[in-house]
């Protein structure tokens, strides 16, 4: 049994809720478990075993090369071989969604290369021409290539339109680049025959901030085997993903790197998104995918490790019970299962939808849909997921920060994806500042009406009171967000973070009433857990969004009211 990921769980998710089966007429269930399968063989038996190696030894420059252990490259060899990542455009996305899962959970530092090169040739499918999509994404699939997107800046950060990169045109239609780029994570490194490198930056003479911003195809290497004028100036320290080289790469030292123009002039912050709202569910998959090993792990050690005796036990010489008996462990396990099998599931139905987007019968609702739960998607697991990890020490006792057991790494690990493609900060201003009130509020009218619609399904014993409890906050939402955009007030936006957590709250409570619906009248100790976790969920978790709505409502200014010189 693989503590990676459960089984039983992803195909309960896979076929018993979201139907999978019927969204590839050439592809059946046998064919989506034999990518599962493989998927799990090759996470388990090629990317974990070098997990703790590549971050106690982690990447190194010495002023020339980059140097990493060598199980990096071999299980990126095997991976290219199995044709999982070039198969992965054939099948369904929630699919290999799903299937990808288990690498995150493996070895999220290795899993970086091939995440990120995956997201770069789907944008460059999406919007290169004919001869970049030729030249480099058949390459980039096949596992020889790799990809990046450079966007932050050591001055910028998250702040794009002070990007100050600048592509000046050339008279044979490519451009020469000359600027810095920071946090690029995959930036250098020997794994392959070429890197492609996304960049962002603006064309001399382009209207100001973002509006100025183009998108350019900027490779390691030249057609012609020569090196691009492209320096890796130094490797950032990160506390997790340390199998990951992370970079401070200076473009045009000299004559300029050789850049080709990916899009319209000046519409590349536009084509950029195709890749960063990819990525940014990607991460809420991997911070899923390391809740859940954590929670796995965690519930193994319970099992196994005796300490202690039940309360009501009378006799000292009775022998110890494994901890899973004790009341506050089986806490931490539910509400680790919380945390993780909700995180999966909303982003295994964000997978869903980019397959509804694509294929289904109203590309345009799916569309919307998915814009709003990709923030999210992307902030929920990311906290709550993180939140896991920190159980999943603190069952394992003393044991759980030693570096001997996984769980302080995956800990770790976990603890970047907060701040990874955009903070929660950020994440937070989209939803509230654009995605619920674009359209004239259609996404978030959107949401409601499928939350009211699992609601309408609810209709006997207990599935009835949670779908009530569920209407009820759904209901205060739509009216605290009407509230709230009412503000005359520039500042109005500056609780966002708190309503991206209530609104989050809300959204996986509704994931978990799918979920309890899905299990039917089946009582098997599977499904007796599902429902358990749901009980757990409405019951301990979806009340916290009532103060935090309450907060919300007050329009309350305590924190813009804090000068600078106060601290």
């Known amino acids: 049994m693989t503590l990676l990921l459960s089984r039983r769980d992803l195909e309960f998710l896979l076929y018993d809720w979201l139907d999978a089966e019927s969204l590839h007429s050439e592809h059946s269930r046998e064919t989506f478990d034999a ?12 990317f974990a075993p070098h997990n703790k190696r590549a971050d106690a030894e982690e990447p190194t420059f010495d002023g020339g090369r980059v140097h990493m252990i060598p199980e990096v490259r071999k299980a ?3 991976l290219a071989q199995t044709g999982l990542v070039a198969s ?17 959970a493996a070895n999220p530092g290795t899993w970086a290369y091939p995440f990120l090169t995956i997201a770069a040739a789907n944008l460059l499918r999406a919007h290169g021409t004919p001869e970049q999509v030729e030249t480099y994404v058949e390459p980039m699939v096949e596992g020889r290539f790799h990809g990046t997107m450079c966007l932050s800046e050591p001055q910028a950060g998250s702040s794009l339109a002070d990007i100050t990169t600048r592509a000046e045109p050339q008279a044979d239609g490519t451009y020469r680049l000359f600027g810095n780029k920071m946090w690029i994570s995959a930036g250098e490194h020997e794994l392959g025959e070429n890197i492609v490198h996304l960049v962002l930056a603006k064309i001399p003479g382009g209207p100001p901030g973002v509006k100025g911003i183009s998108l350019f195809l900027v490779p390691k290497l030249l057609p012609d085997g020569r090196r691009n004028d492209i320096a890796l100036a130094g490797l950032n320290h990160k506390m997790g ?3 990951t080289t992370n970079t401070l790469l200076n473009f045009g030292e000299g004559a300029g790197a050789v850049g080709q123009l990916v899009g319209p002039e000046h519409g590349g912050l536009a084509c950029m998104f195709h890749m960063m709202n990819e990525a940014r569910v990607g991460v809420g998959a991997g911070a899923a995918a390391l809740g859940y090993t954590g929670y796995l792990k965690s519930l193994d050690y319970a099992r196994t490790r005796t300490q202690g005796r039940a309360t009501s036990a009378k006799d000292p010489a009775a022998p110890p019970v494994p901890i899973i008996e004790h009341p506050d462990v089986r806490r931490m396990l539910l509400a680790q299962k919380c945390y993780a099998e909700g995180a999966l599931a909303l982003v295994l139905y964000c997978g869903r939808l980019l397959d509804d987007q694509n294929t289904g019968p109203d590309p345009d609702r799916a569309r919307l849909l998915l814009d709003v739960l990709t923030p999210i998607a992307k902030s929920w697991p990311s906290q709550w997921c993180v939140a896991a990890n920190d159980l999943a020490i603190q069952v394992h006792g003393g044991y759980g920060y030693t570096r001997e057991y996984d769980v302080e790494q995956h800990y770790r690990d976990n603890r970047l994806n907060p701040i990874h493609e955009g903070t929660h900060g950020i994440q937070a201003l989209d939803l509230l500042g654009r995605k619920v009130v674009i359209q004239g509020g259609a996404g978030l009218a959107l949401l409601r009406e499928i939350v009211a619609a699992t609601c309408a399904r609810a209709t006997t014993g207990e599935a009835a009171e949670l779908a009530a409890q569920l209407d009820a906050v759904w209901d ?17 936006l500056a609780d966002a973070t708190t309503y991206l957590e209530a609104v989050g709250h809300a959204a996986v409570a509704w994931i978990w009433l799918e979920q309890y619906l899905a299990c039917g009248d089946r009582d098997e100790p599977f ?14 978790e979806l009340p916290r969004t009532g103060p935090q709505l309450d907060l919300l409502a007050a329009l309350d200014r305590t924190t813009v009211e804090m000068e600078p010189d106060w601290f």
């Open 476 to 492: 205060r939402i739509v009216a605290v967000t009407a509230r709230i955009h009412a503000d005359p007030h520039p500042e109005r």
């Open 527 to 540: 499904h007796r857990g599902k429902r358990q976790a749901a009980r757990y969920f409405f019951r301990r």
């Open 241 to 243: 993903y340390r199998g």
């Open 88 to 104: 992965s455009t054939e099948l369904p996305h929630v699919v290999s969604t799903a299937a990808f899962a288990y690498f995150q």
């Open 35 to 46: 990518v599962l399968d493989l998927a799990a063989e090759v996470a388990a038996e090629h």
């Open 76 to 78: 990126l060899d095997v």
